[in-house]
């Protein structure tokens, strides 16, 4: 950042904490003088009474005519003007009191109206840590540490591990495995060839390569990130207040009533108390407070929003773009098959992937390692582990010499692969393969999943108000039409880089007010550009945390259709009491013009209006009901015990898609073998967990969901998966009786597997969808 910006933010820092210690000081002034006046008018001391109110009066005439200033510098007449009016009328009439309950009521609303205001700014500090400073360039004398600046075309430097490419170039010599997700949001470490372009602010994920520049450090891609996101930030106009808008027509109604009262009358008393019941305290204070209130309610679910006008916003946006990878997936890949070559079982080549991976930090070996703990699998210590970049991992694993990685092209394929690499380009997933003393054995096939909750946060968020749903990702267009083919959203942008996502939301703010949600560095300049940016902060970067004008704490979206409900009725209740105090206040007007409200009591009535309307805008603090199922306890640790069960059951659903794969290759023998330990697993593992499901999640779940109903398509699962499992084991019993699998079996015990297979999968998904993603 430089000299000038650095300047211009600490001014910026300076006023604001300047004001706030100004209006925190006039309410502390305002209240003493109107406190210490009522108990000298109640001592009987009349002349004492007048002369503090007066003070207190006069104490905010200043601030107030500052204010007011301030606001017509920027283009905009605010309520603040009437106030201001009504403050000096008040003195000109030696109506003392009611001037001293106008400078409380300002003071009140203008701290309130600061509380909402949190940090204002859309600092992109994290954007600019990460970018490097320098880089080591290769000359003939050998390697030495260079300024960035002093990078030119055609300069070869070299790129250590876990380093940040510092510029635009291309790899020379060796590959480069990548970890491109502070670009992409994509979370798999991606492969770059020698002669393959590399982008500025990507991490070196590998060993250490060479990169020949073919940039500068301005004109590199991660320095157009900064600049995009400082430009969308500028692009944002700052939000008018709530208050201020029902001003422009309020304020010149208010003047005309005075002005013609003090003309008809001729009493200026009576344009004072005009002015006095017409202060708009109801949307001073009543507005702020259903903010505040908004606020605070979404804080308590981990919801953080910077000020008002964030809230304000959100409660308005009628169209929502979403990242992919990190808000609406996982963020990490996770094992979604586990493949075994004819004679091996699924199970032992993810031991014995998981057992080599225990030393790799990449992150498929990290998954591959959780998921075989999650399943209670047994892992080897492994010996002489190295690791190639870019190529997997080798070492010795129980005397036997073990490989996890890319498939080594230089031999011939066994034909079960083909299923494989068909299996993982239908799913968009990676593959790891396994390979024990030369041979392939196995593939454990990975893909970063869609969050559980994700599917009813979008049902909520139409509910909610939101009326178009898009996905920006830079993956790939055919597994992002996927998956925004299985959430129904409205369109899907695939391929984009960081400029080409803020451009897409730059063209939906065309149409109306729209919100962005994303967790990465490459989301930044689209949640800055955005009337609205909500970051994904929990395992999210920094960056879009600090870009965003709302972040998520929690790693669960359904926090965001939490916040959507939560601005909508906040504003809503705002927009409720502004306009009902101002219709009363309306009714006051009229009453004073005529002369029947003195403006002594023309402001004790305000007052009466202002607790009504701040008691309905604190309605915003309570939870609304209607927006999320209650569990108790109880339902809550079952839902938590049972989610851990389904982890440990992909091993039966492998066994079970394992064993029809088998009947298909040749229904001998060993196809029937597996069948019988496919059938083994169901009968011991997965029908208990059924049938406790059944009769103890259900019913515990019931009365939150509505009713016993709730539940009943899910029953009706239960149902289907104990009749296929009923139907495998007539079969097994009809081989075991003659000696074998007749002809005449086959098809129906191939299409009880994957019909097996296939109604697990959706049952596991929707108990995941409609019961799991409830519990905290």
Aim: proline letters at 4%; a negative charge.
């Amino acid at each position: 950042m430089n000299r000038c910006a650095f300047i211009t933010r600490l001014h910026f820092v300076a006023g604001a904490i300047a004001s706030a210690r100004l209006e925190a000081a006039l309410l502390v002034v305002t209240a003493a003088a109107s406190t210490a006046g009522g108990a000298a008018w109640l001592a009987g001391d009349e002349g004492l009474a007048d002369f503090l109110w007066g003070l207190g009066t006069s104490a905010a005439i200043l601030p107030a005519v500052a204010w007011v200033v301030a606001a017509l510098r920027h283009g905009r007449a605010g309520v603040d003007l009437i106030a201001v009016l009504a403050l000096g009328g008040s003195l000109a009439v030696r109506e003392y009191l009611a001037g001293a309950l106008i400078a409380l009521m300002l003071a009140t609303g203008r701290t309130l109206e600061s509380a909402a205001r949190r940090r204002a700014s859309h600092d992109l500090r994290a954007l600019l840590e990460h970018a490097p400073r320098s880089a080591r360039r290769r000359t003939a004398a050998g390697v030495a540490t260079v300024p960035l600046a002093e990078v030119a075309v055609d300069d070869v430097l070299v790129v250590g591990p876990g380093e940040v490419v510092p510029v635009d170039g291309r790899v020379e010599g060796a590959g480069a495995s990548l970890d491109e997700s502070v670009l992409t949001g994509e979370s798999l470490h991606v492969e770059r060839a020698a002669g393959d372009t590399v982008r500025s602010g990507v991490i070196n994920a590998g060993g250490a390569f060479e990169l020949r520049a073919t940039a500068t450090e301005q004109d590199s891609t991660y320095a157009g990130v900064v600049r995009l996101a400082r430009q969308a930030g500028a692009e944002s106009a700052p939000v008018v207040r709530l208050a201020d808008r029902y001003a422009a027509w309020f304020l010149p109604l208010t003047l005309t009533v005075a002005g013609l009262a003090w003309l008809l009358s001729g009493s200026a008393v009576r344009a004072v108390a005009v002015l006095v019941v017409a202060t708009p305290c109801p949307l001073l204070l009543a507005a702020p407070v259903a903010i505040v209130s908004g606020i605070s309610r979404a804080s308590r679910l981990g919801v953080v929003m910077r000020d008002g006008g964030a809230l304000e916003n959100l409660g308005r946006a009628r169209t929502l773009l979403l990242d992919k990878t990190g808000t609406l997936s996982r963020g990490c890949p996770r094992v979604l098959d586990v493949v075994a070559a004819p004679g091996w079982q699924p199970v032992e080549v993810l031991r014995l992937a998981a057992s080599l991976d225990q030393y790799s930090p990449h992150v498929l070996a990290e998954s591959i390692v959780d998921t075989a703990r999650a399943r209670k699998l047994v892992l080897s210590v492994p010996s002489d582990v190295t690791e190639e970049p870019g190529r997997g991992a080798a070492g010795t694993v129980d005397g036997h010499q073990v490989s996890v990685g890319r498939f080594d092209a230089s031999g011939a394929r066994p034909a079960w692969t083909r299923a494989v690499d068909n299996q993982a380009l239908l799913d968009g997933a990676a593959v790891a393969w396994l390979t024990v003393d030369g041979c392939s054995v196995g593939a454990v096939l990975l893909r970063d999943p869609l969050r559980p909750d994700t599917p009813r946060t979008l049902r909520h968020l139409r509910a909610a108000g939101i009326e178009r749903l898009l996905m920006l990702t830079g993956d790939r267009a055919e597994p992002a039409r996927e998956v925004g083919a299985v959430l129904g959203l409205d369109d899907v942008r695939s391929g984009l880089d960081p400029a080409g996502k803020a451009a897409v939301v730059r063209a939906e703010r065309e149409r109306a007010v729209t919100a962005m949600v994303g967790d990465g560095v490459n989301d930044a300049p689209a949640l800055a550009a955005a009337d609205v940016g909500v970051a994904m902060g929990a395992h999210g970067s920094t960056a879009s945390s600090e870009t965003a004008d709302i972040v998520l704490t929690t790693d669960r979206m359904d926090r965001l259709a939490d916040a959507v409900f939560i601005a909508v009725r906040a504003r809503r209740i705002a927009v409720q009491s502004a306009l009902g105090g101002m219709a009363m206040s309306l009714a006051a007007m009229a009453a004073a013009a005529f002369g029947l409200l003195p403006p002594a009591v023309g402001a004790l009535l305000q007052e009466a209006i202002d607790v009504a309307v701040i008691l309905n805008a604190l309605r915003a603090l309570r939870a609304d009901q209607a927006a999320r199922p209650v569990l108790t306890p109880a339902a809550e640790a079952l839902i938590h015990r049972f989610a851990s069960e389904h982890d440990d059951l992909q091993e039966v659903l492998e066994s079970v898609r394992g064993a029809a794969d088998a009947l298909s290759d040749d229904p001998g023998p060993q196809a029937l073998a597996a069948v019988e330990e496919a059938h083994r697993l169901l009968a011991e593992r997965l029908l208990p967990h059924e049938h406790a499901e059944e009769h103890e999640l259900y019913p515990a779940l019931a009365p939150a969901l509505g009713g016993p109903e709730a539940t009943a398509t899910m029953s009706r699962a239960h149902t289907e998966i104990e009749r296929l499992s009923h139907r495998i084991a007539t079969h097994l019993q009809l081989a075991r009786d003659g000696g074998g699998l007749s002809p005449g079996q086959l098809d129906d015990l191939r299409s009880c597997l994957y019909g097996l297979h296939t109604v697990l999968l959706l049952h596991f998904t929707q108990e995941e969808e409609s019961y799991f993603s409830l519990a905290q």
